[in-house]
């Protein structure tokens, strides 16, 4: 059993540069020293990219109804910034909605893992993080937000999105205390 498991959650190119440089950069830094703790105490790291084709058949009905061509499979916008310590052996999953889990290999990859709990890092907290954690919760998971390394280009909609799963279905902490826990 692994005692926890980190996922990075659509840290591409399209959804970062909506940030503001400074907070786009220190999310940078603070998920890269969170994947270091991650790979100190020998815990997996999954990669999380929402891939769209261009004529966006496959993206969820809002941005094929206003024409929002955002991370297209093949485009440099729906890369995952090089900055990001990714190794090639971590797992990626590729989903086409908010939720990590809807209809992906998430779930049979943590069956295989068996994490005591799951740490969610990535963009945006109002959306895409958001869903995945409801999801994890449903599934009877522990759900860990690393509150360093999370952000949306939506900051209030982020910050209620914080307020509402904190204490409800997820416990938010950030980095310092996630080593703490982990050592």
């Not at 952000?151 to 279905?169: F, L, V």
Request: hydrophobic share 45%; glycine share 4%.
């Amino acid at each position: 059993m692994t005692r926890n498991c980190l996922i990075v959650i659509d840290m591409q190119n399209d959804f970062l540069e909506r940030l503001e440089d400074d907070a786009r950069a220190a999310l940078i830094v603070n998920t890269n020293q969170l994947i270091d703790i991650f790979r100190a105490s020998s815990c997996p790291v999954i990669w999380v990219q929402q891939l769209l084709s261009p004529d966006l058949s496959d993206a969820p009905l809002l941005m094929r109804d206003r024409q929002i061509a955002v991370v297209i499979d093949g485009t440099p916008g729906a890369r995952i910034d090089p900055e990001l310590a990714r190794h090639k052996d971590d797992a990626i999953v590729v989903k086409k909605r908010y939720s990590a889990f809807f209809g992906t290999a998430l779930e049979a990859i943590l069956s295989d893992l068996d994490p005591e709990q799951v740490t969610l890092a990535g963009v945006n907290t109002h959306a895409c993080v958001r869903s995945t954690a409801i999801d994890a919760y449903q599934r009877d998971m522990r759900v860990l937000l690393a509150s360093d390394c999370l952000a949306s280009h939506d900051p209030e909609h982020g910050r209620i999105s914080m307020a509402y799963m904190d204490g409800n279905i997820a416990v938010a902490l950030s980095n310092d205390e996630i080593l703490s826990a982990m050592t």
